[in-house]
Nanobody, 123 residues
Framework: QVQLVESGGGLVQAGGSLRLSCAASGPTFNNYAMGWFRRAPGKEREFVAAISQSSDDTPYADSVKGRFTISRDNAKKTVYLQMNSLKPEDTAVYYC????????????????WGQGTKVTVSS
């Protein structure tokens, strides 16, 4: 299994940008599809974006499509989430997750999770 550590969260004004990183440890990062999820205060965890092992499949939640971009660097064992045009409703703890085989929007199918990084967007 991989271990995941997120970073890059913080406080930003609406309209601003942040880039989240998720660093993985372990020898088999290339075997994993990766996902970003978030949990806003008082809400359930929701899917944000995912990326396949070769980066050829990148589904997004409708709420972030066109504003967020997921990418990965297999040599660095890192996945990124570039977040632009941030809105107050993007405020949440963002989690990185990993699974073998295909990408999916379903959190239950991911078996490795990071501890999360908090993003706060002020209006």
């Amino acid at each position: 299994q991989v271990q995941l550590v997120e970073s890059g969260g913080g406080l930003v004004q609406a309209g601003g940008s942040l880039r989240l990183s998720c660093a993985a440890s372990g020898p088999t990062f290339n075997n994993y599809a990766m996902g970003w999820f978030r949990r806003a205060p008082g809400k359930e965890r929701e899917f944000v974006a995912a990326i396949s092992q070769s980066s050829d499949d990148t589904p997004y939640a409708d709420s972030v499509k066109g504003r967020f971009t997921i990418s990965r660097d297999n040599a660095k064992k890192t996945v990124y989430l570039q977040m632009n045009s941030l809105k107050p409703e993007d405020t949440a703890v963002y989690y990185c997750a990993a699974k073998l085989l295909l990408t999916t929007t379903q959190a239950i199918r991911y078996h490795c999770w990071g501890q999360g990084t908090k993003v706060t967007v002020s209006s």
